[in-house]
């Protein structure tokens, strides 16, 4: 093996070596199905996620760099909250293509275009206070019957956020009840579901001063698919 490939895998480590790094004070100890005994926080959405430090440090410091942080402190609105966990992952995938191609891997946050940033946050961000009772019933099996509702992000992109009523003991829909937020992604045919990018909440109904948070679930990709990756690699 030459040196220059030797030099090459050693910078490869260094950079995951980096984001693991930045990422370990976060231990995974994320929501879990079941929600909290007390959802109302006496703060702003922004304070409640920077407050929420395992799960939603890296989160806050990326409203900052999109200038979302208004935002979150005054806006009445729902947010669909990816964790810190799904935030490095999609870096990692980004690196791994920058690395691949060349290209000068990304050694920190505010190396990606505020642009960029906002771009993907604001899929998840929506106007209005809604909890898990205010949206219909989704049922991909059904979407005749059950279709959940489509709504506009603050981007405007259409995504579909229903209810799934878990069945229990033979019991059809009796069982537990957790929300669905799925991104469209042949507006065509919006009501095609192999077409739909579905990320399951696995937290509901936090209550800040100015909305709604829900936590999407830890394995979730950040944007929904790799769109973020490309518009990155596209700037480097």
Not at 60 to 86: C, R, W
Not at 112 to 130: A, C, D, Q, T, V
Not at 156 to 171: P, W
Request: charged share 20%; proline share 4%; hydrophobic share 35%.
């Amino acid at each position: 093996m030459t040196l220059s490939k030797l030099y090459n895998i050693s910078k490869l480590s260094i950079v995951l070596a980096f984001l693991v790094l930045v990422f370990s004070c976060n231990k995974d100890k994320y929501y879990v199905d079941g929600g909290v005994s007390d959802p109302n926080y006496p703060g702003n959405m922004l304070q409640y996620l920077q407050a929420k430090t395992f799960y939603f440090d890296t989160l806050a410091k990326v409203i900052k760099i999109a200038g979302l942080e208004q935002n979150f402190q005054q806006d009445d609105m729902t947010f669909f909250a990816p964790t810190n966990h799904s935030i490095k992952r999609i870096l990692i995938s980004t690196n791994k293509m920058l690395y691949q191609a060349g290209k000068d891997t990304v050694l920190r946050l505010d190396e990606i275009s505020p642009e960029i940033w906002r771009k993907y946050l604001m899929r998840y961000m929506f106007k209005g206070s809604n909890r898990l009772k205010d949206y219909p019933q989704l049922d991909v099996s059904l979407l005749n019957l059950y279709p959940g509702q489509d709504f506009y992000s603050y981007n405007n992109t259409i995504l579909n956020i229903g209810v799934i009523y878990d069945d229990v003991n033979g019991i059809k829909y009796g069982g537990y009840r957790h929300l669905a937020i799925s991104y469209i992604q042949n507006l065509n045919n919006p009501n095609y579901y192999p077409t739909w990018i579905r990320n399951d909440i696995a937290s509901s109904d936090i209550k800040p001063t100015n909305g709604v948070v829900h936590t999407l679930n830890d394995y979730t990709t950040f944007g929904f698919n790799n769109d973020f990756v490309t518009d990155v690699f596209a700037t480097r």
